[in-house]
């Protein structure tokens, strides 16, 4: 038989399917001389709707095969393997025009198969072969990524750059649409550095140039995704398919931003450090989750500016702002709530939003004061204070004192915190020595004393 070179061995079945060449697609494949007994033949049994790609010469194709005798006694199956056969495709082979989720039955005559001898096992002589074949996965290693189905938000002022942190949801499947992996699944979104090795190089450059809230596709051939070992419930030699969801990025180089959105008419009395505010806000998620809102509460939150009862970037983004003003402040979690979030209510690494309105604006008094006096000071104050003239303030008398001073206007305790710890700490801070007493000599100004802080 002229088919047989000298030397020539039964190839293995399934790469049958690839030595043989074939010279159309048209199925079946007839014309080739030598009787209607002997035609090869090719039915596309199954045909995807979409097709965006088919087999050609060069590519590297997983399927799968059953292979049969025409009387459908199996002598071979990569099912019963649970593997897929992986091969290079040469030029014009059997498999070439094959769509991913193509279904083809191919049947082959003997004297293109194993001839009159059979293949000395399993096949024997003048055996026509049925292999019903199934293509699971296409690429080509000359194949960059691929992106697909871009859903961008109307409003994009920035997209993702090398460096930035990303996170984001996806659902992970092979090109058969077999699942893999999903961050949904987990219920939290995958986050990550990018542009810097920290994911498959496919990730990596797919993740560039996104918008927050974008959904794309991404398509990463196996040489830029887990190559040929695979890993997991990945198969070696996969073609990855990544459905984002961008939630949020950020560069560990931000700092916060502030839009204003309304300023009253007057607008000169601004806010500092030392002020307390009482302000409304609402806090979500850069996809728009909300997450708080003193409003939906019904009452105020109310702080000292710069005394470090809120995150740095919310204590930045409330200076400067006037009552009545609204805006809008961008606060990156490493000015927020950092890596670990705040467990039930804010994610790991999230960039928050927070849109607030100042309502009200007790002005502070100066950095380092507790309580300062608006009128000249008395100069009998020690004898003031000590209202029954025994030399000693006890704290009552100090505390009634002092409050005195603020009814009448005289003076004045910093806003925002409990007065009688205020009152408490400025009599500790007198009695240097912790009797419990302040005597005339432990009494001083702070005047006098530069270091001292109260009084
Ligand atoms: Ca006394
Ligand atoms: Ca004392």
């Avoid at 090398?162 to 649409?177: A, I, K, P, Q």
């Avoid at 000015?335 to 670990?340: D, V």
Wanted: net charge negative; hydrophobic share 35%.
């Amino acid at each position: 038989m002229a088919f047989k070179a000298r030397g020539w061995r039964p190839p293995p079945p399934p790469l049958l399917l690839l030595l043989l060449w074939v010279t159309g697609q048209a199925a079946p494949v007839a014309g080739l001389g030598l009787g209607p007994d002997a035609e090869l033949q090719i039915e596309r049994r199954f045909v995807p709707d979409e097709c965006p790609r088919t087999v050609r010469s060069g590519d590297f194709v997983r399927y799968h095969y059953v292979g049969t005798f025409p009387d459908g006694q199996k002598f071979d199956s990569s099912y019963d393997r649970d593997s897929t056969f992986n091969v290079y495709v040469g030029k014009g082979q059997l498999i070439v025009g094959m769509c991913v989720g193509e279904k083809r039955i191919i049947t082959i005559p003997p004297f293109l198969a194993y001839g009159e001898d059979g293949d000395g096992k399993d096949i024997p002589g003048q055996a026509s072969l049925v292999f019903d074949v199934a293509l699971l996965d296409l690429h080509n290693p000359k194949d960059g990524i691929s992106i697909e189905n871009k859903v961008v938000p109307e409003n994009c002022e920035r997209r993702s750059q090398s460096g930035d942190f990303l996170r984001y949801h996806y659902n992970g499947t092979l090109l058969d649409g077999s699942f893999f992996d999903s961050s949904y699944s987990r219920n939290r979104t995958f986050d990550t550095y990018i542009g810097q090795g920290y994911v498959i190089p496919g990730m990596d450059e797919g993740l560039l140039g996104v918008c927050i809230g974008e959904k794309r596709r991404i398509v990463v051939p196996p040489h830029l995704g887990y190559g040929e070992e695979g890993r997991g419930n990945i198969p070696g030699s996969a073609v990855l398919v990544f459905d984002i969801h961008v939630i949020d990025f950020h560069n560990p180089s931000d700092s916060i931003s502030i839009t204003s959105h309304y300023k009253p008419p007057d607008c000169s009395v601004l806010s500092k450090k030392g002020d307390y505010l009482k302000y409304h806000y609402n806090a979500s998620l850069l996809d728009g989750t909300l997450l708080d809102s003193t409003w939906n509460l019904g009452k105020t939150y109310n702080i000292v500016l710069g005394s470090g009862q809120v995150v740095l970037g919310m204590d930045m983004g409330l200076r400067e702002m006037c009552v009545g003003e609204k805006r809008t402040v961008i606060i990156p979690p490493h000015l927020g709530y950092g890596e670990a979030g705040v467990d039930g209510e804010v994610p790991g690494s999230a960039v928050l939003v927070f849109d607030i309105e100042l309502l009200e604006l007790v002005v502070g008094l100066p950095e380092g004061y507790m309580f300062i006096w608006n009128d000249e000071v008395s100069p009998n104050l020690f004898e003031e204070i000590d209202k029954d003239g025994d030399g000693e303030v006890l704290l009552k008398e100090f505390s009634e004192y002092i409050h005195a001073q603020v009814a009448s206007g005289k003076g004045k305790l910093a806003p925002g915190f409990d007065a009688e710890m205020i009152v408490k700490n400025m009599f500790t801070n007198q009695d240097r020595n912790g009797d419990g007493k302040v005597t005339a000599e432990e009494f001083k100004l702070k005047d006098q004393e530069a270091k001292h802080d109260e009084l």
